[in-house]
C-alpha cells in the first residue's frame, strides 16, 4: 500500500520453479478448514521467481532493497507475539534504488534443511514460509506463501507386539493384545481381546486413539486431549472364554506422526484407550502409548491386503508361540 494513497506501489508474486508439477498436501488452518499447499521434504531445494508488479505505470518506486526469506517457525497461541524462528534464510534480490518498470528476480535456497513436520494444533502451529519483502521508508510490502512439510520414516527396526491386562480383583481379568507398537499413518492395528474372568455385567467396549498435544515447559504445560476415533468392540455382555478380534484401520481418520520434544517447544504423542462400560454405567480403562510414522508412497498396498497381510503375521506370531508352549509342556 502507498502512503495515503499517493505514490508509487506495487504487487507482489511468488512462483515456484516446479509449482505446475510439484504435489500438493492438505493442511489444516488455524480455523479449522483444509486447505491445499504445496508439499517439501527436508532437503529439498525452494526456488522459483519473486514477480513485482508497479501499480501505477510511469512511475517510480523508491526502495531499500528486496529481499525473499525462507522460514520455518513455531508459533505458542498463548504466546502469540513471539515467534521462535528455527529455519531461517535470506536471500537478497536487489540493491537499494528504484524500480521503473514491472521486474521479476529468481530465488533458491538449495538443500533447504526442514526438521519438523508442518503442524496446526490445539496451541500450537508449527509452519513454513517464504516471505518476499520491499523495503521501504515508511511502510514495507510483503508477501507471504505457506508450504507443508512431510517428514518420512524408515520402517523401525525394532516393533515388538503390546500385551497387558485389566483386572479387578475376582471380578474382571482381560488380557488384550495388540500385533505392534508402531504403526504407519496408512497402517492397521490388528489385535484380540481374551476374557479370562467376567463376573461384572459389561454393556459396552470401545478402542478409542487419543492424540495428546503437550505445550510449554516447566510450570507452564498445557495438556490437549483430544479423542480421534472410537472403535466400538462389542455391545452385550462377554462370557469367560471369549475372544474378540481388533482390526481397526487409520487411513480414514486425521493424524500426525508422533513428535516428541519439537525444538524444545511441543510435544505429539497418540494413545490407545481400552474403555468398558458396565450396566451401573462405571468406566474401566487401560491405556497404552503407540508410535506413529509417515512412509513414503513407494509401495502402495490396499486396505485389505494390509490387513491380511497384518492378521497373517499377528495369527502366525501367535500359533509359534502357542507351539512353542506345548513342546515345553510335552517336554
Same mark, same amino acid.
Given at each position: 500500500?502507498?502512503?495515503?494513497?499517493?505514490?508509487?506501489?506495487?504487487?507482489?508474486?511468488?512462483?515456484?520453479?516446479?509449482?505446475?508439477?510439484?504435489?500438493? +498436501?492438505? !493442511?489444516?488452518?488455524?480455523?479449522?478448514?483444509?486447505?491445499?499447499?504445496?508439499?517439501?521434504?527436508?532437503?529439498?531445494?525452494?526456488?522459483?521467481?519473486? /514477480?513485482?508488479?508497479?501499480? /501505477?505505470?510511469?512511475?517510480?518506486?523508491? !526502495?531499500?532493497?528486496?529481499?525473499? @526469506?525462507?522460514?520455518?517457525?513455531?508459533?505458542? $497461541?498463548?504466546?502469540? %507475539?513471539?515467534?521462535?524462528?528455527?529455519?531461517? =534464510?535470506?536471500?537478497?534480490? *536487489?540493491?537499494? %534504488?528504484? =524500480?521503473? #518498470? #514491472?521486474?521479476?528476480?529468481?530465488?533458491?535456497?538449495? !538443500?533447504?534443511?526442514?526438521?519438523?513436520?508442518?503442524?496446526?494444533?490445539?496451541?500450537?502451529?508449527?509452519?513454513?514460509?517464504?516471505? *518476499? &519483502?520491499?523495503?521501504?521508508?515508511? /511502510?514495507?510490502?510483503?508477501?507471504?506463501?505457506?508450504?507443508?512439510?512431510?517428514?518420512?520414516?524408515?520402517?523401525?527396526?525394532?516393533? #515388538?507386539?503390546?500385551?497387558? @491386562?485389566?483386572?479387578?480383583?475376582?471380578?474382571? !481379568?482381560?488380557?488384550?493384545?495388540?500385533?505392534?507398537?508402531?504403526?504407519?499413518?496408512?497402517?492397521?492395528?490388528?489385535?484380540?481381546?481374551?476374557?479370562?474372568?467376567?463376573?461384572?455385567?459389561?454393556?459396552?467396549?470401545?478402542?478409542?486413539?487419543?492424540?495428546?498435544?503437550?505445550?510449554?515447559?516447566?510450570?507452564?504445560?498445557?495438556?490437549?486431549?483430544? &479423542?480421534? +476415533?472410537? $472403535?466400538?468392540?462389542?455391545?452385550?455382555?462377554?462370557?469367560?472364554?471369549?475372544?474378540?478380534?481388533?482390526?481397526?484401520?487409520? *487411513?480414514?481418520?486425521?493424524? &500426525?506422526?508422533?513428535?516428541?520434544?519439537?525444538?524444545?517447544?511441543?510435544?505429539?504423542?497418540?494413545?490407545?484407550?481400552?474403555?468398558?462400560?458396565?450396566?451401573?454405567?462405571?468406566?474401566?480403562?487401560?491405556?497404552?502409548?503407540?508410535?506413529?510414522?509417515?512412509?513414503?508412497?513407494?509401495?502402495?498396498?490396499?486396505?485389505?491386503?494390509? +490387513?491380511?497381510?497384518?492378521?497373517?503375521?499377528?495369527?502366525?506370531?501367535?500359533? &509359534? /508361540? +502357542?507351539?512353542?508352549?506345548?513342546?515345553? *509342556? #510335552?517336554?
Amino acid at each position: 500500500m502507498s502512503f495515503f494513497g499517493f505514490g508509487q506501489s506495487a504487487d507482489i508474486d511468488i512462483v515456484l520453479s516446479d509449482g505446475e508439477t510439484r504435489k500438493k +498436501a492438505e !493442511h489444516k488452518t488455524e480455523d479449522g478448514k483444509k486447505d491445499k499447499y504445496f508439499l517439501f521434504y527436508d532437503g529439498e531445494t525452494v526456488s522459483g521467481k519473486v /514477480n513485482v508488479t508497479l501499480k /501505477n505505470p510511469g512511475k517510480r518506486l523508491e !526502495h531499500y532493497g528486496i529481499k525473499i @526469506e525462507f522460514v520455518g517457525q513455531i508459533e505458542l $497461541y498463548y504466546d502469540r %507475539g513471539n515467534h521462535h524462528e528455527f529455519v531461517s =534464510l535470506v536471500k537478497d534480490l *536487489a540493491r537499494p %534504488g528504484e =524500480l521503473s #518498470s #514491472s521486474q521479476s528476480f529468481d530465488f533458491e535456497f538449495a !538443500h533447504v534443511e526442514k526438521p519438523y513436520e508442518s503442524y496446526t494444533g490445539q496451541n500450537v502451529k508449527l509452519r513454513y514460509f517464504l516471505r *518476499a &519483502t520491499i523495503s521501504r521508508r515508511l /511502510n514495507d510490502i510483503t508477501k507471504e506463501m505457506d508450504i507443508v512439510v512431510h517428514t518420512l520414516c524408515t520402517f523401525p527396526e525394532l516393533n #515388538s507386539s503390546i500385551k497387558m @491386562e485389566v483386572g479387578i480383583e475376582d471380578c474382571l !481379568h482381560i488380557e488384550f493384545e495388540y500385533n505392534k507398537s508402531k504403526y504407519h499413518l496408512k497402517d492397521v492395528i490388528v489385535g484380540k481381546i481374551y476374557f479370562l474372568l467376567v463376573r461384572i455385567k459389561i454393556k459396552h467396549m470401545e478402542i478409542d486413539i487419543i492424540k495428546r498435544e503437550t505445550t510449554g515447559t516447566g510450570p507452564s504445560v498445557y495438556h490437549e486431549n483430544d &479423542t480421534i +476415533a472410537k $472403535y466400538e468392540i462389542m455391545d452385550g455382555a462377554p462370557v469367560r472364554g471369549e475372544s474378540i478380534p481388533i482390526r481397526l484401520f487409520l *487411513a480414514g481418520y486425521e493424524l &500426525t506422526p508422533t513428535m516428541k520434544d519439537v525444538n524444545k517447544k511441543f510435544s505429539v504423542r497418540y494413545y490407545l484407550n481400552l474403555v468398558l462400560i458396565d450396566e451401573e454405567e462405571r468406566r474401566y480403562f487401560k491405556q497404552q502409548e503407540i508410535t506413529l510414522w509417515r512412509k513414503g508412497d513407494i509401495v502402495r498396498r490396499s486396505m485389505s491386503q494390509q +490387513a491380511a497381510i497384518a492378521s497373517q503375521r499377528f495369527e502366525g506370531s501367535n500359533s &509359534t /508361540n +502357542a507351539l512353542a508352549q506345548t513342546k515345553e *509342556a #510335552s517336554s
